[in-house]
């Protein structure tokens, strides 16, 4: 079975922290993505990698970096976390084993900033 | 720019009832679409996907829907709606990139099934 594992399902920061979310799969998958989830907005890309290394923006970068040093994890971070992205984010992978073109979901982690 | 609309932003309907939900998708070339569903608490999961051939897809659960291109629309069907179908459902569409693909979603659907 794929299996995605993302390292806190809730955390609770303060603003101004330097935050991170980790993501881990277990299966040679070449591509990650990491979305953030709002009421009545849906899925919103962040960033995605498709090598070890190699990083695109998504729809909504700004205030978000990424890490991606070994296949299995990608790495988003929030150089300075405010309210405004208190969220849900959910992390996916794509490729490998899996049909080219779906995504498979991480249970997501519930931030909270203060 | 690739897109995709829910309309329904609630929608509630009795235990054993049928149930429709709508999505209608903008797009250049032949779409990929998805459907997934998210219980409270979880992440999301797949419930089918459409690719090319047969228009009307099979999925987990119970799930079908059917591509219309004349419409564009993929809209999700159940028979009869269960007490543990209630959550959240979200249409995406894929986005061919350089490498893989990416997903454009809807907004999401709330379903709530009343006893």
């Known amino acids: 079975d794929v299996k995605v594992t993302q390292s806190s399902r809730y955390l609770v920061k303060r603003t101004g922290e330097k935050v991170f979310l980790e993501c881990v799969q277990d299966?040679?998958?070449?591509?990650m993505f990491w979305y953030r989830q709002d009421p009545g907005l849906g899925l919103r890309l962040i960033y995605f990698s498709y090598d070890v290394k190699m990083k695109e923006k998504g729809d909504i970068p700004e205030g978000y970096s990424v890490s991606r040093e070994k296949k299995e994890r990608f790495s988003l971070i929030l150089e300075s976390a405010s309210t405004n992205q208190t969220s849900m984010y959910l992390c996916?992978?794509?490729?490998?084993?899996?049909?080219?073109?779906?995504?498979?979901f991480g249970p997501g982690t519930r931030l909270t900033v203060l | 720019a690739q897109s995709v609309t829910q309309p329904d932003i609630h929608i509630t309907v009795s235990e054993g009832a049928s149930l429709e939900l709508r999505c209608n998708y903008s797009y250049g070339a032949t779409p990929y679409l998805f459907w997934y569903v998210q219980s409270p608490g979880q992440g999301l999961q797949l419930l089918l996907k459409?690719?090319?051939?047969?228009?009307l897809v099979q999925g987990i659960k119970g799930f079908e829907a059917e591509f219309k291109r004349s419409q564009s629309s993929f809209n999700l069907r159940k028979p009869s709606v269960h007490w543990s179908d209630a959550a959240e459902y979200f249409c995406?569409?894929?986005?061919?990139?350089?490498?893989?693909?990416?997903?454009?979603f809807g907004a999401g659907t709330i379903l709530r099934v009343k006893s």
């Open positions: 459409y690719f090319s051939g047969d228009t």
């Open positions: 996916a992978i794509q490729g490998g084993l899996l049909n080219n073109n779906e995504q498979f």
């Open positions: 995406a569409v894929g986005q061919t990139m350089e490498y893989g693909n990416k997903l454009v």
């Open positions: 299966m040679d998958h070449e591509n």
